[in-house]
């Protein structure tokens, strides 16, 4: 995935959008996640004052989902779903491997929806169905 | 001319083990043999032990050949499959694999059969009917259709969808919503996203009669951002319903204007509770909201809205369409129609399983499912998502429908069926329990957000060995103020894999000092 790099000035293009938009917070955040790749400490009241809400609110939303992050992306996104469908097919081994090899650049998740084929994983965007540490290594940059 | 039509799953399941490969191995090897086709990316029919199924129109039948790897598919062209000739991963008219025959799909009928973007396709097997049908009926009329026809929420409450649109039909409000809650966050559960991604002309005119019957101008349809593929298929297919009137103004010509969105969830589990999913739509922090008042009276932004799951929506076409006595003919008691059970975790033949309530466990899991994929035996099934009990191979000749599960100590919730072989250690699964919804908890109610913890560190003891009659009956203790005093069902429900484990399970509860370090 290639990401824009932050300026004031390109976050506020990515607001513009939603200027109308009710209940325009989660929204937008997750705009500037997909073009930055995070979501940078100075864009919190950036976000607050073009919205009229307060700081509170949107680090409240940042800090709430899993998905929205507040440090930049790593080279890699590797997420292992470790629910129970995959856990009986031994998701768990494969996150500790995973996560000796790649290390932070792996992240737990909780299900993809591909619960018949498992373990699942997700490497850069892309859904890995009966994914073994090759499949991953073999998916990654 | 009539070019070989080869249908290859575009479903991200069957993308996820090599889909895209075998198409551009097919399509290379055509076009070095110059011989025309033509490649449709139709959704998954759910047999995913045979994914990817390539299908190959031949005459009225189509010849399926799975699983399919990219390497096989100049042994395909030798076998002449474009004609259906023999081969060893072939199975024949897909239609008759008895894994299929024996289903009765309703909600699911479409599903894997074309392009899921082709409104044409959409229009000859059947899309449409209902929504033409409920143009003519009442908002009254329509309402009755479903009440009568015994549905209920598929999401996992069960809640009779009748009801819940006659409410928001009577509420008086300037402006009304459909939220469809496609926030499948239940592992094992996996049939909103391959309807979506498979069929996704059946959500918007289920949703769109909704609006209809109940007078609503503005739906969304909130998925969670763990698929990715449902949300862009789901996009495309507002665009193209717009195109062709089913959404916008004035919906095939009629006076009812009903317009649709996709939001995104952003991967909290909790924002699959609906007052949790209405906050999140809101953009705010998915805390659940206090009960009541009922989001039929007051939802998003305060308006009356209608939530229901993917599935329910879905089941609504054929009910309009052929009558609500058709469908309640299917099912058993109170559980009337079909459900879509998903079969998954350590299974042989995992995928989609659409029939009537009232199949057994057993018939389930090892009928369909065939055992498990290790080839070990079962020890455990876990049914209804993360919050669902587990039973063991004692419990096959269970009803599975909403009372009987109920009765059992479990519940149906989504219909997701998971199964554990012999290696799986409940305790270890007891615990789980409590750790993801510890993670996954909003926060706002002490019994999760605390009980929660505890839980599971209550449980380590047990696991070490330590003082583990007082732990048990301490852990049992904190499940019924867990399942009391809990503001919504992950709280309320966490207890119930956790007491479904003790109870069916106690060997992996007792003498643990024995196989831990």
């Not at chain 2, 949300?231 to 193209?240: E, F, G, S, V």
């Not at chain 2, 867990?482 to 509860?509: E, H, Q, R």
């Amino acid at each position: 995935m290639k990401y824009a790099t932050w300026s004031k000035s390109a976050g506020l293009a990515v607001l513009e959008p939603f200027r109308d938009e009710p209940g325009p917070v989660l929204i937008s955040l997750q705009a500037l996640q997909r073009e930055f790749g995070y979501i940078p400490a100075e864009a919190v009241a950036i976000v607050a004052n073009f919205f009229n809400v307060s700081r509170a609110d949107v680090h409240g939303v940042l800090t709430f989902y899993e998905d929205l992050s507040s440090s930049p992306p790593l080279p890699n996104e590797i997420h292992v779903c470790i629910a129970e469908a995959c856990q009986a097919v031994g998701s768990r081994s494969l996150e500790k491997a995973l996560k000796l090899a790649h290390g932070e650049q792996v992240r737990d998740v909780f299900c993809f929806g591909n619960c018949a084929l498992g373990p699942a994983a997700m490497v850069n965007g892309v859904l890995i169905g009966r994914a073994t540490p090759e499949k991953i290594a073999a998916a990654m940059k | 001319m009539n070019f070989a039509k080869v249908f290859v799953p575009g479903d991200s399941a069957a993308v996820s083990v090599g889909a895209d490969d075998v198409v551009a191995e097919i399509t290379r090897l055509a076009k070095a043999a110059d011989i025309q086709i033509e490649i449709v990316r139709n959704g998954t029919r759910g047999v995913f032990w045979l994914e990817p199924l390539v299908e190959v129109q031949v005459g009225e039948k189509r010849i399926g050949y799975g699983p399919i790897k990219g390497d096989d598919v100049a042994g395909l062209f030798e076998a002449q499959f474009l004609k259906g000739g023999s081969h060893e991963l072939c199975i024949g008219n897909v239609e008759d694999l008895p894994w299929l025959a024996k289903q009765d799909r309703v909600t699911f009928r479409r599903v894997g059969l074309n392009d899921p973007l082709s409104m044409s396709d959409y229009e000859a097997h059947g899309g449409l009917i209902g929504l033409r049908r409920a143009l003519k009926l009442s908002g009254e009329e329509i309402v009755a259709e479903v009440l009568e026809s015994g549905l209920r929420g598929r999401g996992g409450a069960g809640f009779p969808a009748g009801i819940k649109w006659r409410t928001v039909l009577d509420a008086q409000s300037d402006l009304k919503y459909l939220c469809c809650n496609a926030d499948e966050g239940d592992s094992g559960t996996f049939a909103d996203r391959i309807l979506i991604e498979g069929d996704p002309f059946t959500l918007i005119e289920g949703m769109a009669i909704a609006a209809i019957a109940v007078g609503a101008t503005q739906g969304i349809v909130y998925t969670r951002s763990e698929y990715p593929t449902a949300i862009a298929k789901l996009n495309a297919a507002i665009a193209i319903a717009c195109e062709h009137g089913l959404l916008g103004k004035n919906i095939l010509g009629s006076n009812f204007e009903f317009n649709l969105k996709v939001r995104s969830g952003a991967g909290s589990y909790v924002c699959g509770e609906e007052t949790a999913m209405l906050e999140s739509i809101e953009g705010k922090r998915g805390v659940v909201r206090s009960k009541p008042p009922l989001p039929a009276i007051s939802g998003l932004f305060g308006k009356p809205t209608v939530i229901n799951n993917v599935l329910t929506f879905s089941s609504v076409p054929a009910i309009i369409s052929e009558g609500a006595s058709a469908y309640k003919s299917r099912g058993v008691g109170r559980s009337l129609g079909t459900q879509v059970f998903q079969l998954g975790g350590n299974v042989k033949c995992g995928g989609i399983v659409e029939t009537g309530f009232g199949i057994t466990l057993g018939e389930l899991v090892s009928g369909y499912g065939g055992g498990t994929l290790t080839g070990k035996p079962i020890k455990a099934v876990q049914i209804g998502g993360p919050l669902g009990a587990y039973f063991s191979p004692k419990n096959f000749d269970l009803s599975m429908d909403y009372e009987s599960l109920l009765a059992a100590g479990g519940m149906l919730g989504h219909g997701g069926v998971v199964i554990f072989d012999t290696e799986v250690d409940l305790a270890i699964q007891a615990k789980f329990a409590m750790e993801f919804c510890a993670i996954e908890s909003c926060g706002k109610c002490t019994p999760c957000r605390l009980g929660s913890t505890r839980g599971a560190e209550t449980i380590q003891e047990i696991i070490e060995g330590h003082n583990v009659a007082a732990n048990k009956k301490l852990l049992l203790d904190l499940c019924e103020v867990m399942t009391d005093g809990s503001l919504c069902a992950m709280g309320g429900l966490t207890p119930m894999p956790v007491k479904s484990a003790m109870i069916n399970f106690p060997g992996d509860f007792e003498n643990r000092s024995a196989v831990t370090k």
